[in-house]
């Protein structure tokens, strides 16, 4: 495995440390050792999207490239990235699973034009991830709105409260020594206001001033008398006042204060004015990304409690800086951003851009000459797409800042702005007031490691179990597979031997969208005739009931004129799209009316019978497709206009133009208990009927479920199954192909409207190899006077880079 940390780095601190050096084998190996064993078990994964706008509108795109990696270098071994798209309720609206290469991945959801308005959450993460807290999920939060209204679909809650947050430098207030304490004011919403105020020790005299300089956030100095009490007076723009307890401080214990100057980082350990003395020694330990950069022994009794680490060859990043005792326990803790300039430089070579409608524009992009480099890039209509620009995170933001912290950063990107010195104090306010929490010290010295159910995954897997006919484990046999792939055509036989428990395990498989899996248990010793296999289902597949760390976060409200051109050109999209897909075809003169018998309708027929054959209703063919829905209801969620579906998915809230709707099991009239336990795998078909429908209970519409009959799991006329069972198995998603059309050549569909907003999308742009330039061509639509062009990319040293210029 390769490291981002370079060589270099770690002999540039064993010469700054020669003055202290530790002798061999001696308490702070432990220490060190846990670390490093830590590192090799378990690497931390990163996944970051760049999605091609900021905001959208029902019937759109989401388009989107994940850049994934393994301790900070471009994960080159990751195959399967999982992608969920959530309403603000939890509920899983739609997922997949994107094939991984290179450390990339390209991929896409398609909304439905009835796609609820509101506000939603897209995650990412690798089945590696999903052994640790999902809270180090990549997420994000934006707006879906309804191109048919002109208003935002969710206002943001006027915040009339508001909240401060104290933070002692270290950990620990220390009686009788200077201490820095940092602090951050938020609002009832998440999100930062500023404040002013004063603290005041028990007799009421000011120790010092409480004032915001960025975001919320500010520090003060004061020292604290032993026995005293202190508070905070705070008051917001709005006038409010808060009184606040500030954390008592101790006369035993220790803290640690830094001073980051750039090239050096300066450290201190303050103890409590109580002679402690098991903390004369100590270590301090720096670790970046897992990786120990710089240790340092240090002996209180003697007076050696600072010290330097040299920051020259430490790359961007999150530094920790942890203070043991000698018995290991961590009692202190800092952390520090190490800023260099060390990203990922991209500029414009050369541009040939023209506004009129429908012409050709050239970007050529230059990439550093000294290394690979891998880019992603959009170009959106500036004027018409609204621009997300007050809670900005990027791919540099995001990678070397908000991955590696649990806490909210508001703006993240804002900190990478620049270096000035006003920058840079902001950022270390970001450093002061959040926590470590990749990992705990204390659990793995002791030893105590997360637990591995996910195991580091190389292409698609299966799993199951084979029984004899007396129902025990078959353990001298193999499951014969046919496996056939319609998306490609493909087929493969393939055998899986069982071992001594009768199980069978698959990895390393590669197919699109689903396969077809014929299988039949065989019994080599021919023992048992009849051999039942059962398929265990994968994480992914199984319905899952998500809980967010923390509630959703509505964006910031919109410019209502940029929000009112979006909206209406996203609704002349729809119609364009809509003309696209029903266009009648033609074939040497001859119009072809007659309409080919839809699956969908095929197995209508075989289902649906009396009152429930007519009607104006929807129709889904659950034995066409592989759902992952929890239950019927979920499955329902968003995919049919006006139908609401609210609350416990188990238990749910159904209305339908001011009513309830009739629920039909079989044709039977039913409840919602009856349908929320019925495995959405047992369902044929669901007819949604709009209203009235003549049934009973039907005059608000109806539901109708039918559940399979014997058949419906195997294609039919295909000869190569007889004998065999069938399994269905999800693989890759299809990722669609970006519409870009080309005006030189001419095609009858040019002949619509151009209303498109995202006018270039490209997840994986060519690099010449030898010119290290990347070549951008794309067609005007019909309006766009200028254009917003968002590059990100990362180079394979891990060095991250984003560009954003307007045209």
């Not at 203070?323 to 290991?328: P, Y």
């Not at 070579?349 to 550093?368: F, M, Q, Y």
């Not at 051999?531 to 265990?536: A, D, E, P």
């Not at 592989?626 to 979920?634: E, G, L």
């Amino acid at each position: 495995m390769k490291w981002k940390l370079p060589i270099a780095l770690l002999t540039g601190v064993v010469t700054a440390m020669a003055f202290i050096a530790p002798p061999p084998d001696d308490w702070s190996d432990r220490i060190v050792k846990a670390l490093e064993q830590f590192v090799r078990r378990y690497p931390q994964e990163k996944v970051y999207l760049h999605m091609d706008k900021d905001y959208y509108a029902a019937g759109e795109t989401i388009w989107f490239r994940a850049y994934i990696t393994l301790q900070g270098l471009p994960s080159t071994q990751a195959t399967n990235l999982y992608v969920e798209l959530l309403d603000k309720n939890n509920n899983i609206i739609q997922k997949k699973l994107f094939a991984a290469g290179g450390g990339m991945s390209p991929g896409a959801f398609e909304l439905p034009e009835t796609q609820k308005p509101g506000t939603y959450q897209i995650r990412a993460y690798t089945a590696w991830m999903n052994n640790f807290d999902p809270a180090f999920f990549f997420t994000k939060n934006f707006e879906i709105f309804d191109p048919a209204k002109k208003v935002t679909p969710d206002a943001d809650t006027v915040a009339q409260d508001f909240s401060v947050q104290f933070f002692p430098e270290g950990g620990n207030a220390i009686a009788g020594q200077g201490n820095t304490v940092a602090f951050k004011a938020i609002d009832q919403n998440g999100y930062p206001i500023e404040v002013t105020g004063t603290v005041k020790n028990g007799k009421g005299e000011q120790t010092a001033v409480i004032k915001s300089i960025h975001d919320g956030m500010g520090s003060f100095d004061y020292t604290p008398a032993a026995g005293e009490t202190y508070q905070a007076v705070v008051k917001s723009a709005k006038g409010q006042s808060k009184t606040i307890d500030l954390p008592a401080a101790q006369t035993k214990g220790v803290t640690l204060k830094v001073y980051n100057k750039g090239s050096r980082i300066f450290y201190q350990a303050v103890a409590g004015p109580d002679n402690d003395t098991s903390l004369n020694q100590l270590l301090v330990l720096a670790q970046m990304n897992q990786q120990m950069v710089y240790k340092a022994n240090l002996d209180v009794a003697d007076g050696r409690i600072s010290g330097f680490i040299p920051a020259n060859n430490i790359p961007s990043g999150i530094l920790q800086l942890s203070l043991f005792t000698k018995s290991g326990l961590p009692v202190a803790q800092r952390l520090v951003f190490v800023r260099k300039n060390d990203l990922l430089q991209m500029d414009v070579l050369e541009s040939d851009i023209h506004r009129d409608a429908r012409t050709k524009n050239t970007l050529v992009l230059r990439l550093p000459d000294t290394i690979n480099t891998s880019i992603s890039v959009s170009i959106t209509d500036a004027d018409a797409v609204p621009v997300e620009s007050k809670n900005v995170n990027n791919i540099i933001s995001n990678l070397l800042l908000t991955s590696d912290i649990k806490g909210f950063v508001y703006n993240p990107a804002w900190y990478f702005r620049n270096d000035s010195a006003q920058t840079l104090q902001a950022l270390d306010l970001v450093m002061l007031t959040n926590g470590w929490t990749r990992f705990s010290w204390e659990k793995i010295l002791n030893n105590d490691y997360p637990q591995i159910k996910y195991p580091y995954e190389q292409g698609l897997s299966m799993d199951g179990k084979a029984l004899s006919g007396t129902g025990r484990p078959l353990t001298n046999g193999q499951i014969d597979m046919i496996i056939k792939v319609p998306a490609d055509s493909s087929s493969l036989f393939a055998q899986a031997p069982v071992d001594e428990k009768g199980e069978f395990h698959i990895t390393g498989m590669v197919f699109p969208d689903t396969a077809y899996i014929y299988y039949q248990g065989n019994d080599i010793a021919k023992k048992n005739k009849d051999v039942s296999v059962k398929f265990n289902n994968h994480f992914f597949e199984k319905p899952s009931l998500i809980k967010l760390p923390s509630p959703l976060r509505v964006p910031p409200p919109i410019d209502n004129t940029a929000l009112k051109s979006f909206l209406a050109n996203a609704a002349e999209s729809n119609k364009v799209n809509r003309a696209i897909n029903n266009k009648m075809v033609y074939l040497k003169e001859v119009n072809v009316n007659a309409k080919k018998e839809k699956p969908q309708e095929t197995t209508e027929k075989r289902y649906v019978s009396g009152m429930f054959a007519g009607g104006d209703g929807i129709t889904f063919d659950l034995t066409k497709e592989t759902p992952i829905a929890m239950n019927v209801f979920q499955y329902l969620q968003s995919k049919v206009a006006g139908l609401q579906i609210t609350g416990d998915i188990n238990n749910p809230s159904i209305s339908w133009r001011g009513g309830a709707p009739g629920l039909y099991l079989n044709e039977m009239q039913t409840d919602i208990s009856m349908l929320s336990s019925l495995p959405v795998t047992d369902i044929a078909l669901i007819k949604v009927i709009r209203p009235p429908f003549m049934g009973i209970g039907g005059a608000n519409g109806a539901i109708a479920i039918y559940t399979k009959k014997g058949g419906d799991n195997v294609p039919q006329n295909d000869p190569s199954i007889r004998g065999f069972e069938l399994y269905k198995k999800a693989g890759y998603a299809i990722v669609k192909q970006f519409y870009s059309p080309d005006y030189s050549v001419k095609k009858e569909v040019h002949a619509l409207p151009d209303k498109r907003l995202t006018l270039y999308w490209n997840p994986n742009v060519t690099v010449d190899t030898l010119t290290h330039t990347a070549n951008i061509e794309f067609y005007n639509n019909d309006f766009t006077k200028k254009f917003r062009m968002v590059v990100e990319g990362m180079a394979e040293d891990g060095s991250v880079g984003h560009l954003e210029q307007e045209f």
